[in-house]
């Protein structure tokens, strides 16, 4: 396993959506077990194959507490969502960068496991949250773009900011 690099706003291959996953064979269980592997060592709740240079639609994440819970999606939908709720948002893509975003409360989501299978999971509150915020990445979105203008341009400033602070730790 591996840890992987972590694809920054504004790079382009996070703006061009994801193709089906096809082939469920070893370099898929591969790659889903680096996108674990990152998503654990930088404490995220979820990673989207986007975001580390992918552009297959799969995705991973765990809610828990214990971060003990992981959630692997293969061609990820959502098929039924209720209710609107404003929830703290934050991406791995964006670092240093949070804010309100509205979103469905409520979601049931179609996925494939990593061997294939076909499952449905739902849920409210961070759940809720990660499942759109992660498959919004699959299909090119940002947490960014359901922000005004104004809320985007402090936000990249932010980020900016962050990124220079890491890089001066780092020297
Ligand atoms: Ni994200």
Request: aromatic fraction near 4%.
């Amino acid at each position: 396993m591996a840890v992987l690099e972590i694809v920054m706003d504004p790079a382009p291959v996070l703006r061009q959506g994801t193709q089906p996953v096809t082939e469920f064979d070893d370099a898929l269980q591969q790659l889903i077990d680096d996108m674990l592997e990152t998503m654990y060592a930088v404490n995220g709740v979820g990673l989207a194959a986007p975001q580390i240079g992918n552009t297959l639609r799969l995705a991973v994440m765990d809610v828990s507490m214990e971060r003990n819970e992981p959630v692997v999606l293969v061609n990820p939908e959502v098929v039924e969502s209720r209710g609107r709720q404003l929830m703290a948002a934050g991406c791995l893509s964006v670092p240093g960068a949070y804010d309100k975003v509205e979103r469905a409360e409520w979601v049931k989501v179609k996925a494939q496991d990593r061997h294939g299978n076909w499952f449905e999971i739902e849920g409210e509150g961070l759940r809720s949250e990660c499942l759109q915020h992660e498959i919004d990445h699959l299909d090119g979105t940002l947490f960014l773009d359901h922000l005004s203008p104004l809320k985007q341009r402090r936000l990249r400033e932010k980020m900016k900011k962050t990124l220079k602070a890491r890089k001066r730790r780092k020297s």
